[in-house]
T-cell receptor
């Protein structure tokens, strides 16, 4: 009964490169959320997706960041032309369709931009 | 805009003590409230989930209460152990979950052996 799987666990990119973070939700979950945790900061909501739809992207920067959750395969958070300020831990969470169901988190991807 | 505050930011107590962590939120129109534990360099582990219609939840040595009208929740840890050392995060879901969780910055707890 695998939980939320994120990969890679650690990702190092040079400034200007692209970063792709993957998240496979728990089996049976169709709601995916992405959060960012900066050093010494709380987790900040970025985007909420259901299969093939972005429901709420109010927390995601308008430029360079995009997210998708295709019909088949994991959810992808993509950061283009990374800058040092993108260095953070990125967490994915999933939940079932049932209203009020808890969010289950992955172990995160730690992105370091050099 | 919902804001979640956790007090204290850090706490260090001897093993065996009972302790209380506090969480407050500005908008009482929440769907539910969750307490999480985060170990250094790790993900989040859900400890307790309280629906807005509930007043408390218990799991082992943990008890979480919710007073929605005053915008407060407490996490009570009984007979603390060194293994309880971690950062404890409080998070609320507003608006039926469409915008995910709003997190506090956490309480960094150290239990001294």
């Amino acid at each position: 009964n695998a939980g939320v799987m994120q990969n890679p666990r650690h990702l190092v990119r040079r400034r200007g490169q692209e970063a792709r973070l993957r998240c496979s939700p728990m089996k049976g979950h169709s709601h995916v959320y992405w959060y960012r945790q900066l050093p010494e900061e709380g987790l900040k909501f970025m985007v909420y997706l259901q299969k093939e739809n972005i429901i709420d992207e109010s927390g995601m920067p308008k430029e360079r960041f995009s997210a998708e959750f295709p019909k088949e395969g994991p959810s992808i958070l993509r950061i283009q032309q990374v800058v040092r300020g993108d260095s953070a831990a990125y967490f994915c969470a999933s939940s079932s369709d049932r209203e009020g169901s808890p969010l289950h988190f992955g172990n995160g991807t730690r992105l370091t931009v050099t | 805009k919902q804001e979640v505050t956790q007090i204290p930011a850090a706490l260090s107590v001897p093993e065996g003590e009972n302790l209380v962590l506090n969480c407050s939120f500005t908008d009482s129109a929440i769907y539910n409230l969750q307490w999480f534990r985060q170990d250094p360099g790790k993900g989040l582990t859900s400890l307790l989930l309280i629906q807005s219609s509930q007043r408390e939840q218990t799991s082992g040595r943990l008890n979480a209460s919710l007073d929605k009208s005053s915008g407060r929740s407490t996490l009570y840890i009984a007979a603390s152990q060194p293994g309880d050392s971690a950062t404890y995060l409080c998070a609320v879901t507003s608006g039926g979950g469409a915008d995910g969780l709003t997190f506090g910055k956490g309480t960094h707890l150290i239990i001294q052996p």
